[in-house]
């Protein structure tokens, strides 16, 4: 009897390669199996990094909206104090005129944009279409 019959009797495979203890068939199946597992490691670790990519992407994108609302509500927060002061500052002027105009408002007076300055000659007495 051979060496290699003696041995694969016992369950272990000679080849060019060296002893084996899967037979030659098995062998092959195992390192294809082998490959197979390293191109599947390989492929789920790009997948891993394309999802890492991904959710810094989304948490960058996230700031900015996020700090895009903030700025849309602090606007908003400024229409609506900035129509308050309007409303103020109309009533301070009702105020301020009233007495000009001896205890009538003036129309054009009230009508003056605000935060636009008025000139001196449409407050003076002067300047008064109802000669007050």
Not at 25 to 32: F, G, L, V
Request: some cysteine.
């Amino acid at each position: 009897m051979s060496a290699a019959a003696a041995l694969a009797e016992q369950g272990i495979h000679a080849d060019r390669n060296g002893l084996h203890l899967l037979p030659p068939e098995q062998a092959r199946e195992a390192a294809t199996l082998q490959e197979e597992c390293k191109e599947f490691l390989g492929k789920t670790q790009q997948f891993g990094e394309i999802i890492a990519d991904f959710i810094n992407v989304m948490e960058s994108r996230a700031k900015v909206i996020e700090a895009e609302k903030l700025k849309a509500i602090g606007l908003g927060n400024r229409v609506d104090s900035e129509q308050e002061t309007r409303k103020r500052k109309q009533l301070e002027m009702q105020v301020h005129v009233a007495p000009h105009a001896g205890g009538r408002t003036h129309a054009f007076l009230l009508s003056w944009p605000l935060g636009r300055p008025m000139p001196a000659a449409a407050l003076s007495a002067h300047a008064c279409p109802h000669h007050c």
